[in-house]
């Protein structure tokens, strides 16, 4: 072979090898497409980060440092819903805190569809993509922690990064089936919806704290808006930097 018939076959072969990078989904290849310039970018933009003198925790820290765990803005947050024990127009609630989650944060939600999973399974894939996030519907004796008035559970699962920082990758969330009845959701939606939320909050990095007039605060008080600290504070997961 010549040397110009081996340079053109060298640069067909970068060629293909630059459009595998650039279009294949695995993220594995994002640092190489960092590398070459290629970077991720977010699905929705950033949102505003407004201080208006509420309070907000983070759900989790990274390590020696006051700065939160979230997720990459860049990637999609992929979730499903184990239908087992949903109550009439549970959906619809969680449809709506998702919506009001990315709203807030400026995260992208992806519905999956429905699973036979349930929520918390002990843990999430080491290797290859992560598990989505879970939500559902479940009882003290499924869930210890539903016991007394708690209505719902969430909390999410991180992993370090390339760059050795903590990420969110994997979540789950589980709602009382003895606070969720048809009843409940058809006379306080509202209420209904916000317990919902505070949950999904919680998945994205969000803390309690004790302050009542916050979404946030332990106990639902009939809270059914974000308060200017949750606001402030899912704001600030949602303008954490891509990975």
């Not at 820290?61 to 819903?81: A, H, K």
């Not at 999430?124 to 996030?133: A, E, N």
């Amino acid at each position: 072979m010549s040397r110009s018939s081996t340079r053109l076959a060298l640069v067909a072969t970068a060629a293909m090898l630059a459009a595998v990078v650039a279009w294949h989904p695995a993220e594995q290849l994002d640092p190489v497409r960092g590398a070459i310039g290629l970077g991720a970018e977010r699905p929705l933009p950033a949102p505003a980060v407004v201080r208006a003198g509420g309070a907000y925790s983070w759900a989790m820290t990274q390590p020696d440092s006051d700065d939160p765990v979230g997720w990459d803005p860049c990637q999609e947050i992929r979730y499903r819903v184990n239908p087992a024990g949903e109550p009439p127009g549970g959906r619809a609630l969680v449809t709506e805190a998702i919506r009001r989650a990315s709203a807030a944060t400026g995260l992208a939600f992806t519905d999956e569809g429905d699973t036979d999973e349930r929520p918390f399974p002990g843990g999430v894939r080491l290797f290859g993509r992560p598990d989505p996030v879970v939500i559902g519907w479940g009882d003290q004796a499924e869930y210890p922690d539903l016991a007394g008035q708690v209505a719902g559970v969430g909390g999410a699962v991180a992993q370090r990064d390339g760059s050795g920082r903590l990420e969110l990758v994997s979540g789950s969330v589980v709602l009382d089936v003895e606070a969720f009845t048809p009843t409940a959701v058809a006379e306080q939606p509202r209420v209904m919806e916000a317990i919902v939320l505070h949950e999904v909050a919680h998945v994205v990095g969000l803390g309690h704290v004790s302050e009542p007039m916050e979404l946030m605060y332990a106990d639902n008080t009939g809270q059914v808006e974000l308060g200017p600290g949750d606001r402030e504070g899912l704001a600030r997961l949602g303008s954490l930097p891509c990975g």
